[in-house]
C-alpha cells in the first residue's frame, strides 16, 4: 500500500471522528487543553487499535462481523445525537454532560472507529502489515479530532447559534449513523 493510498484511507476513517468532534465542541462550548486531549487520545487510539484487532480476526469470523457492524455504529451513534438533541431542548439551567468523560467518550471512540476494523480485515485479506497503516490511521485521526473540536467551539461561540448548533451537532450523529446503514444496503431509496 502506498502512502497516498494509506493518507486517503486515513483521512476517509478520520471524517466520522472529525463530524463528532465538531459536535463535541459545540456541546461543551469552552473546550479545555484536558478535554481536547482525552477526545483526541481516546479517537485515535480506537482509530488505532480497530484495525489492529481487526487484521487479528482476519477472515475467521469476518462473515459475523459484517453481520451487524453497521447495526453497532448506527445505534451507538443514534443514541449519543439523540442525547444530544434532548439535551439542546433542555432548559439552559440543567447541567449537560461531558462528552470526554466516561461511558459517552467510550461509546464514541467505538462507534467512530467500527470502519477501521473493516480496515484491518481487508489488510489481513491482503496481507498487508497492519502496524505502519495503524500507527498512520490513529494521528490523521487524533489530528482531525483536535481540529474538529476547535471548529466547534468556534461555531458554539456565537450566541445565537449555540443551541441551533447542538441540534445540528446531534442531527449529524443521526445522520452519520443513517449513512453507515445505507453504506451497508440496510436503506434503499
Not at 18 to 37: M, N
Not at 171 to 186: E, S
Amino acid at each position: 500500500m502506498g502512502s497516498i493510498e494509506l493518507i486517503t484511507i486515513a483521512i476517509a476513517l478520520a471524517m466520522d471522528a472529525f463530524a463528532v468532534a465538531i459536535a463535541t465542541g459545540v456541546t461543551l462550548k469552552a473546550v479545555s487543553p484536558r478535554q481536547t486531549f482525552r477526545l483526541a487520545w481516546h479517537f485515535g487510539l480506537f482509530q488505532a487499535l480497530m484495525p489492529i484487532l481487526g487484521w487479528f480476526l482476519g477472515t475467521t469470523v469476518r462473515s459475523y462481523i459484517e453481520a451487524y457492524d453497521h447495526w453497532i455504529a448506527f445505534a451507538l451513534l443514534g443514541y449519543i445525537g439523540y442525547k444530544m438533541i434532548r439535551e439542546a431542548l433542555e432548559d439552559e439551567e440543567e447541567s449537560k454532560g461531558d462528552p470526554t468523560k466516561g461511558m459517552t467518550l467510550v461509546v464514541l471512540s467505538i462507534a467512530t472507529s467500527i470502519d477501521a476494523l473493516a480496515v484491518g480485515l481487508s489488510l489481513s485479506m491482503l496481507g498487508i502489515s497492519v502496524w505502519w497503516p495503524s500507527l498512520i490511521i490513529g494521528i490523521v485521526a487524533l489530528l482531525f479530532t483536535i481540529a474538529g473540536l476547535q471548529f466547534g467551539k468556534t461555531v458554539a461561540k456565537a450566541h445565537s447559534v449555540g443551541k441551533y448548533a447542538e441540534l445540528v451537532g446531534g442531527t449529524v450523529l443521526i445522520c452519520i449513523g443513517l449513512k453507515i446503514l445505507w453504506d451497508h444496503g440496510v436503506i434503499s431509496v
